[in-house]
């Protein structure tokens, strides 16, 4: 019996260590395969805490990194931590070096928002001017919504940041509501996304056209709010578009028949109105209660602490009943120091908080490649709109994702800021209007970010945009990471493929040839959570420095490998020595006789000579200096030296920089 026992004991499979995976489970793959969302709603994960965090389970495709088809009665162990999917122990990221500890990675999620800002969601039907009411409200008119005269533009939702008296805020701008499906492109969508910035606000500010007056759409969409909204949260109608100070206020007395009280006129073009919105806003907050509580009442606390220590002895303190302020008027109980303290922390009330550092990701690439599919597979939810006409998505749209810290650490979690931008065509075909602007926020996103995900058609290969781009990610000095969607469409693969597929776009892609290179599918979530653990080591990279002594020995040996040419006059470039300066994106200052000696070809040659010797700047560009010697350093030189022929003695100029 012990015999047999210790047999069967051989054959129990040894359970997954605590940094490999918290999770264990056995699946078939199935043709409806569905995304493995590391994620879960954030009303879910509220009372939740990092360690009791538990992960949705998901499927993926039926092929591995190299083509190779799995049986249906095969297990796969789906790693969670990082979302990695190891299969038979074949992984396209197996290092334990993705993240930036070595402490075990925690499940990534949505991040919690923060109760301390509310959020404003405006609404309205289309072309009434909301997304020029946000600009004006968060500062934003110049890189913030895009504004047109054409309906439809914003279809997403987007957030922007505000402060007003004190009191910092979100704005959600959304698409014009349509009840008619027939009646606008992507209707029922948008709709969609407007009914998740309302659920989600703390106020709603409905805005209308005063120039046109009340219609039919204003109607209905007043009647909805009013039925289904108004009892939890309050709903302020702004009417837009007046203006005139004197025509302003009979164009809004039009809208008192919407049954949502005393229509405000603004003027999202001008500012008119705009802070009397915010201040009623506020006030109508205060008194429902949807916010937290001391919400919009900051300039209201300190002008009672400014009358307390005008009329300290007759003013009652808070907590002060007639007892105690005749007491103090004798000097027996609270004095001045409690008047003090409660003006100081009033105006404390107003300093701002340190906000947390987030790694911004830029998802960028050609129209219609799967850039939101993307994003709304990372999310775990529909965050931008998806569908099959090239250009749907045009604001530039933000999902933000948190890592808790590892247990028992004092680090605060890692953050990532995902922002999805609009596809980018080539310039020639770009005309002035509103893709203009489209591609002006996608170029700036490429700039803001840390780390650039470049977003390709497997089945369609690399096009000359496609090297644009790869050039634009590289000439900004932001590390970049290849993505190869739609690896499920692609037919006829083989253990083959995937080599194949690497050398193509190897060699399609010089712009960016230190970049990594994922194959994964966005409508399946296949290998998606290995983006985490690319852009962990993108940023890495990209914030590397190497010890000067560690690059002058490189250097050395590169220059014995292969000396910089010479030229037909003999004339051939010395190189001293080099040193790093900055950061993001690594930078190397080489110290030579002459920079125009130095040709393209040989400054290849030493990126890729310091790529070889040295490990970690596989994803990110490094910026090359070359600066030669100046004229002072030169004749400074020459005088320590002397001339040729009388042994070697100079003397050191005094005064060098008289010269």
């Known amino acids: 019996v012990l015999a047999l026992a210790r047999l069967s004991c051989a054959f129990v499979p040894q359970p997954l260590t605590q940094h490999q995976a918290t999770h264990h489970v056995s699946r078939k793959i199935s043709e409806s395969a569905k995304a493995l969302h590391a994620t879960i709603p954030d009303e879910d994960v509220a009372f939740l805490d990092a360690e009791s965090f538990e992960e949705d389970e998901g499927n993926y495709d039926d092929f591995d990194d190299g083509g190779v088809m799995y049986d249906d009665d095969d297990d796969i162990d789906l790693v969670f931590g990082r979302g990695l999917v190891e299969i038979d122990g074949l992984s396209q990221d197996d290092d334990d070096e993705s993240t930036f500890d070595d402490a075990p990675a925690q499940p990534i999620r949505r991040q919690r928002r923060q109760k301390k800002v509310p959020i404003l969601a405006i609404v309205g039907r289309p072309n009434v001017g909301k997304s020029a009411l946000v600009n004006r409200i968060a500062g934003t008119q110049s890189g913030g919504a895009i504004v047109a005269d054409v309906e439809g533009i914003t279809r997403d939702r987007t957030y922007r940041n505000a402060e007003f008296l004190g009191e910092d805020f979100q704005l959600v701008d959304t698409g014009g509501l349509v009840f008619d499906d027939n009646d606008a492109l992507f209707a029922s969508e948008i709709r969609e996304q407007a009914m998740v910035a309302i659920d989600e606000a703390a106020a709603v500010v409905l805005v209308v056209d005063g120039q046109v007056g009340p219609t039919v759409m204003d109607e209905q969409l007043a009647s909805f709010l009013r039925k289904e909204i108004t009892k939890q949260i309050p709903v302020i109608l702004a009417v837009n578009k007046c203006e005139s100070e004197k025509t302003g206020g009979v164009a809004a007395a039009e809208f008192w028949g919407l049954g949502l009280g005393e229509p405000h006129p603004v003027s999202a073009l001008h500012g008119v109105g705009t802070a009397d919105l915010l201040e009623d806003v506020f006030e109508s907050i205060v008194k429902k209660g949807s916010a937290i509580t001391g919400f919009g009442t900051k300039v209201k606390e300190l002008e009672a602490a400014k009358e307390a220590i005008m009329n300290h002895s007759d003013e009652p303190l808070e907590g002060e009943d007639e007892t105690d302020v005749l007491l103090r008027q004798y000097g027996l109980g609270r004095d001045e120091a409690d008047v003090i303290e409660r003006y100081e922390n009033a105006l404390a009330a107003f300093d701002g908080e340190n906000k947390q550092e ?299 920089h008289a010269y």
């Open 358 to 656: 987030e790694v911004n990701i830029a998802i960028v690439g050609r129209p219609n490649v799967g850039k939101s599919s993307l994003l709304n597979n990372v999310f775990g939810g529909t965050r931008a709109i998806v569908s099959d006409v090239a250009g749907t998505t045009r604001d530039s749209i933000d999902a933000v994702m948190e890592r808790p810290a590892p247990p028992g650490s004092d680090k605060p979690p890692t953050i990532y800021r995902f922002v999805d931008t609009a596809g980018i065509r080539r310039k020639g075909k770009v005309e002035f209007g509103p893709e203009f602007f489209m591609v002006n926020r996608a170029l700036r996103a490429i700039r803001r970010a840390d780390v650039a995900l470049l977003v390709m058609d497997a089945t369609a290969g690399v096009t000359e945009q496609d090297r644009v781009l790869a050039q634009k990610i590289s000439d900004d000095g932001r590390a970049c990471v290849i993505i190869c969607n739609k690896w499920d469409a692609v037919v006829d693969k083989d253990e083959t493929t995937y080599d194949k597929s690497v050398k193509y776009f190897r060699a399609e892609l010089p712009q960016v040839r230190w970049a990594p290179i994922l194959f994964i599918s966005a409508a399946t979530g296949q290998r998606v959570g290995k983006i985490y653990g690319a852009i962990d080591e993108a940023l890495k990279a990209h914030r590397k420095r190497i010890s000067t002594a560690i690059l002058n020995e490189v250097l050395r040996d590169a220059i014995l490998w292969q000396p910089p040419p010479a030229k037909r006059n003999g004339a051939q470039a010395k190189i001293y020595y080099c040193n790093q300066v900055s950061t993001r994106p690594p930078t190397i200052v080489v110290f030579v006789n002459d920079p125009k000696l130095v040709n393209d070809n040989y400054r290849r040659y030493l990126d890729r000579k310091f790529r070889e010797s040295l490990d970690g700047f596989e994803a990110t560009p490094i910026r090359w200096i070359f600066r030669g010697r100046r004229a002072r350093d030169v004749r400074r030189a020459r005088n320590m030296n002397g001339d040729p022929g009388d042994g070697g003695s100079g003397v050191s100029t005094p005064f060098p």
